[in-house]
């Protein structure tokens, strides 16, 4: 059973358009991330989230936001794409808060036309 | 300058040799990660440490707080060991636990 999934694995879209991308884990995990990917392979934290905080990256745009509708799941909602946001999304969990070790989805790639 | 920066970016070696990767961090750290990207794009987390060295196989992975360094050795080198290896640091603070990367060091093993 995979431990962190992600849905779609590929995205390709119009500029403008609102999409979202599904992460899941069944790990039993309580903490969750998004992380985004640019062209140049550098990974940046977008989000953390448990039951209790949502943490958000100050350079994150508020057309991103997630969305969890229980402890396994955290979806990453994005409004009026714009082309900077084609990148690979990497969503992430961990148990003991945001000191344990990661274990990381399969990323999905967002191609913005 | 990056909070974490890794050294060397690019590193080419032959089957057989010892590897190492280096990463030193200018922030309050509650933990170091080694991480392992894949040419097919998958993460995977190697290492998580605070203090001391840790070993995996062939993997050792090291640290020094003091000096806010830790360093990466492969043992054996072999070309499936080659990907990005990064290095990521849990923070202290205001974004409690939070990964802060480094760029990434892509290592090629040739056989």
């Known amino acids: 059973d995979t431990a962190v999934s992600q849905t779609p694995k590929y995205l390709v879209t119009q500029m403008g358009n609102d999409k979202s991308i599904k992460c899941e884990q069944n790990l039993g995990h309580d903490t969750m991330y998004w992380y985004k990917q640019d062209s140049k392979k550098f990974l940046k934290i977008m989000f953390s989230y448990n039951n209790k905080e949502l943490i958000i990256n100050e350079t994150v745009p508020n057309r991103f936001s997630p969305k969890s509708p229980d402890k396994a799941h955290l979806n990453l909602h994005i409004n009026s794409l714009e082309l900077g946001d084609s990148a690979v999304y990497f969503c992430a969990s961990s148990q003991r808060g945001r000191a344990g070790t990661q274990y990381f989805g399969p990323g999905t790639r967002l191609t913005v036309l | 300058k990056n909070e974490v920066e890794q050294s060397p970016q690019n590193l080419t070696a032959q089957e057989g040799e010892f590897i190492t990767i280096n990463c030193s961090y200018s922030?309050?750290?509650?933990?170091l990660h080694w991480l392992q990207q894949h040419p097919g794009g998958g993460i995977v987390s190697l290492f998580m440490l605070s203090s001391g060295k840790k070993k995996h196989g062939r993997l050792i992975a090291t640290i020094n707080i003091q000096e806010k360094h830790s360093s990466l050795h492969i043992t054996a080198s072999h070309p499936r060991d080659s990907a990005v290896y990064i290095c990521?640091?849990?923070?202290?603070?205001?974004?409690?636990?939070?990964?802060?990367f480094g760029k990434g060091t892509k290592l090629s093993v040739k056989p």
């Open positions: 922030v309050g750290i509650s933990a």
């Open positions: 990521a640091v849990s923070t202290v603070g205001g974004s409690q636990g939070n990964l802060i």
